[in-house]
């Protein structure tokens, strides 16, 4: 009589829950944002489409390309055990230099930053790849050191070749990007357990490195001093951020409504890409904005679920990297877009225009599920 109460009970259970396991949330979770994103990506981008492609669905066609180029890139990740990636990381990785090579030499330049390769409407940017490879190294480097219970180094080859692939992207200049390739493995060679004095050494060589590469080009140091006081250079250096606070303000509670918004209309740059959810919070407003902060803290809780279920040490410091990767570009967007981080040109994922960009993010959802759907076969 109490395993059928418990059966019903348990039955009961399942009927309230929007899906079965971690994966079909975090599936869930991404066709959210996907949907979210493609109609923020038109409503944030017809005005600029109009006025220079005389086409109010230039953006919109191409992100819509770029879900269906991303859906498969997240098919084939979903079916690959994760592990066969491991074995092809060399090669990976080699591909991943080279075209950061081949971007620097023949790349196509844009607004003076020299990141994508292609040709004509064909273009994708290499050193968005190199975000998910830094972690696949990373994760790699990590298992087999916890496997071999051996300590965590910090000057080791992978980590040497992180660090080109970092120096390759900044040359581009991509400090944003740079710093997401090398950031990300630093978090997780700390979470994974790092002796508290290295992690202080750490520390230590990642401010010196950003000062460095602060006084390499001096605009970032007047975009560092204007996050504090925006309004100080309002027309200049801060004028991105005060356009951003602008739009955010004025969507109140409800916001002003989708395709309303008039930040868009040549008072916001990159209204599209990189200030992509101020458009989003002028439109749908603060309830809008909180319930895309609990889709990315739902994110980061099922991810760390299915990174407790992963059957390895290297499917657990993957997903992890993976959760990194995802839940701390969607902070540093937020931060930034919010005035709390100076302007580095990070992506708010999904919400935020972006090919190469869309397609990783993706890429690296379907791996973080095979590691969940090959750790629940596990139990």
């Given at each position: 009589m109490a395993e059928k109460n418990d059966t019903v009970k348990n039955s009961a259970e399942d009927k309230k829950r929007f899906w079965n396991n971690d994966m079909e949330a975090i599936i869930g979770i991404m066709v959210v944002l996907i949907i979210l994103g493609t109609i923020n990506v038109f409503s944030s981008s017809f005005i600029l489409a109009e006025t220079q492609y005389d086409n109010p669905y230039f953006f919109l066609q191409r992100h819509i390309a770029n879900v269906v180029a991303g859906l498969i890139a997240f098919i084939i990740c979903f079916r690959v055990d994760y592990h066969i990636w491991r074995r092809f990381i060399p090669f990976i990785l080699i591909g991943a230099l080279l075209a950061l090579l081949l971007v620097l030499l023949v790349g196509t330049e844009v607004n003076g930053a020299q990141r994508?390769?292609?040709?004509?409407?064909?273009?994708?940017?290499?050193?968005?790849f190199c975000k998910l490879v830094s972690i696949m190294i990373t994760a790699a480097y990590l298992?087999?050191?916890m496997k071999k219970e051996r300590p965590?180094?910090?000057?080791t080859p992978q980590l040497a070749i992180i660090g080109a692939m970092f120096v390759l992207t900044e040359l581009?200049?991509?400090?944003?990007?740079?710093?997401?390739?090398a950031g990300i493995p630093v978090v997780m060679l700390i979470v994974a357990g790092l002796d508290k004095k290295k992690v202080l050494y750490l520390i230590i060589g990642v401010l010196v490195a950003a000062a460095g590469l602060i006084a390499y080009q001096p605009y970032r140091l007047e975009r560092l001093k204007v996050t504090f006081d925006p309004w100080s250079d309002a027309q200049n250096v801060g004028y991105q951020t005060v356009q951003s606070l602008s739009a955010i303000g004025s969507g109140e509670l409800t916001g002003m409504g989708l395709g309303v918004g008039v930040s868009k209309y040549d008072y916001l740059p990159e209204a599209h890409t990189d200030f992509a959810f101020a458009i989003f919070c002028q439109e749908n407003g603060f309830l809008g904005a909180i319930f895309v902060f609990m889709l990315f803290a739902a994110f980061a809780v099922y991810a760390a679920r299915i990174a407790g279920i992963a059957r390895d040490e290297y499917g657990q410091?993957?997903?992890?990297?993976?959760m990194i990767l995802i839940v701390g570009q969607a902070i540093g967007n937020l931060f930034m877009v919010g005035g709390?981080?100076?302007?580095?040109?990070?992506?708010l994922p999904f919400i935020s225009y972006g090919g190469t960009s869309l397609i990783v993010t993706m890429a690296a959802i379907g791996i973080l599920v095979n590691i969940g759907r090959l750790g629940k076969k596990k139990e």
């Amino acid at each position: 009589m109490a395993e059928k109460n418990d059966t019903v009970k348990n039955s009961a259970e399942d009927k309230k829950r929007f899906w079965n396991n971690d994966m079909e949330a975090i599936i869930g979770i991404m066709v959210v944002l996907i949907i979210l994103g493609t109609i923020n990506v038109f409503s944030s981008s017809f005005i600029l489409a109009e006025t220079q492609y005389d086409n109010p669905y230039f953006f919109l066609q191409r992100h819509i390309a770029n879900v269906v180029a991303g859906l498969i890139a997240f098919i084939i990740c979903f079916r690959v055990d994760y592990h066969i990636w491991r074995r092809f990381i060399p090669f990976i990785l080699i591909g991943a230099l080279l075209a950061l090579l081949l971007v620097l030499l023949v790349g196509t330049e844009v607004n003076g930053a020299q990141r994508w390769l292609g040709y004509g409407s064909l273009q994708v940017q290499p050193a968005e790849f190199c975000k998910l490879v830094s972690i696949m190294i990373t994760a790699a480097y990590l298992s087999y050191q916890m496997k071999k219970e051996r300590p965590i180094e910090i000057f080791t080859p992978q980590l040497a070749i992180i660090g080109a692939m970092f120096v390759l992207t900044e040359l581009e200049p991509d400090m944003g990007t740079a710093s997401i390739i090398a950031g990300i493995p630093v978090v997780m060679l700390i979470v994974a357990g790092l002796d508290k004095k290295k992690v202080l050494y750490l520390i230590i060589g990642v401010l010196v490195a950003a000062a460095g590469l602060i006084a390499y080009q001096p605009y970032r140091l007047e975009r560092l001093k204007v996050t504090f006081d925006p309004w100080s250079d309002a027309q200049n250096v801060g004028y991105q951020t005060v356009q951003s606070l602008s739009a955010i303000g004025s969507g109140e509670l409800t916001g002003m409504g989708l395709g309303v918004g008039v930040s868009k209309y040549d008072y916001l740059p990159e209204a599209h890409t990189d200030f992509a959810f101020a458009i989003f919070c002028q439109e749908n407003g603060f309830l809008g904005a909180i319930f895309v902060f609990m889709l990315f803290a739902a994110f980061a809780v099922y991810a760390a679920r299915i990174a407790g279920i992963a059957r390895d040490e290297y499917g657990q410091i993957l997903a992890m990297g993976i959760m990194i990767l995802i839940v701390g570009q969607a902070i540093g967007n937020l931060f930034m877009v919010g005035g709390m981080f100076p302007v580095v040109g990070i992506p708010l994922p999904f919400i935020s225009y972006g090919g190469t960009s869309l397609i990783v993010t993706m890429a690296a959802i379907g791996i973080l599920v095979n590691i969940g759907r090959l750790g629940k076969k596990k139990e």
